[in-house]
């Protein structure tokens, strides 16, 4: 479990994204589609690190890497798809997880899944 609150977390990536000493790209220096552009960037890397992965599960030759960096590749590739996913959120000006609090809430209800968070 990660000792850091989601809120943390976020308000680290827009301080890092926004600062002087990091990125110094001021969140509202990129329209929403480009950091919708920046997020999907890294899911199709994710994407391409998984097609690899089922090279492996399906026995086709071609890749130069074990299945195990691919996997460690895989991780890194979602936390960055997860770092611009948050970044776009806070473009939009909502917090992911209140946003998916509220879907996996609604979807519960949907479904009669008696667990609400
Ligand atoms: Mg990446």
């Known amino acids: 479990m990660s000792p850091l609150s989601f809120e943390e977390f976020s308000n680290a990536n827009r301080e890092r994204c ?7 790209h001021p969140l509202n220096g990129w329209s929403s589609s480009d950091w919708m552009t920046a997020t ?13 992965l089922n090279r492996y599960r399906d026995g086709v030759p071609g ?16 936390g960055d798809v997860f770092v611009y996913l948050d ?3 806070q473009s939009c ?14 979807k519960s209800v949907e479904i ?6």
Do not use: T
């Open 87 to 89: 970044l776009l959120c």
């Open 40 to 52: 999907v960037g890294e899911l199709g890397e994710a994407a391409n690190v998984i097609k690899k």
């Open 93 to 106: 000006g909502f917090n992911i997880a209140d946003a998916a609090i509220e879907v996996f809430n609604a």
């Open 63 to 78: 890749n130069k890497q074990s299945e195990q960096e691919l996997r460690d590749q895989l991780r890194k590739e979602l």
């Open 112 to 117: 009669g899944y008696p667990k609400v968070l």
């Open 18 to 24: 926004e600062s002087p000493q990091g990125f110094k």
